[in-house]
């Protein structure tokens, strides 16, 4: 079974929450790397829990929630190896997939409501990397 490291701060909690089982119902095991409550906290904290998880296996994927979505991806593409994607749309959920091999996903839970969150994760968890073409030029961002 594949796992989804999920994380968050106090402005993504709610969401983290609401999405857990839903992502468990599409057949993952769902990891939460926290926070664990509404109170204040720091996102890059929460961005690290879950990214050290995903790059060191190719198979976890981590998705990430803060008020925006900013603080959170900004936070993720500062490790190697990770390729977050701020998504608010299930077209850009499934092109971070298919073009930039994305292996974390970054919502703003002030952004988006709930339904379209949901949404936007199952096409996310669906899609699939090309290759091709697209593997050259994520080579790139790592080695440029
Ligand atoms: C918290 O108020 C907010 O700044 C945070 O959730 C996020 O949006 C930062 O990028």
């Not at 402005?11 to 926290?34: N, Q, R, T």
């Not at 929630?65 to 190697?80: E, L, P, Q």
Request: contains cysteine; proline residues 1%; hydrophobic residues 40%.
């Amino acid at each position: 079974m594949k796992s989804v490291y999920v994380g968050s701060d106090h402005a993504g909690y709610g969401l983290k929450e609401f999405m857990k089982p839903y992502i468990a119902g599409l057949g993952y095991e769902v990891v939460d790397s926290g926070c664990f409550s509404e109170g204040s906290c720091d996102y890059p904290n929460f961005a690290h829990n879950v990214c050290k998880n995903v790059r060191n296996n190719a198979e976890n994927l981590g998705i990430l929630i803060c008020g925006t979505g900013i603080g959170m991806s900004m936070a993720a593409n500062r490790f190697k190896g990770i390729r977050a994607a701020l998504c608010a749309n299930e077209y850009q959920a499934r092109m971070s997939k298919a073009h930039n091999n994305a292996n974390v996903l970054c919502l703003g839970s002030r952004v988006i409501g709930q339904d379209l969150a949901l949404s936007i994760i199952q096409v996310w968890l669906e899609s699939e990397f090309e290759g091709g073409r697209h593997q050259r030029r994520v080579d790139l961002i790592e080695s440029l």
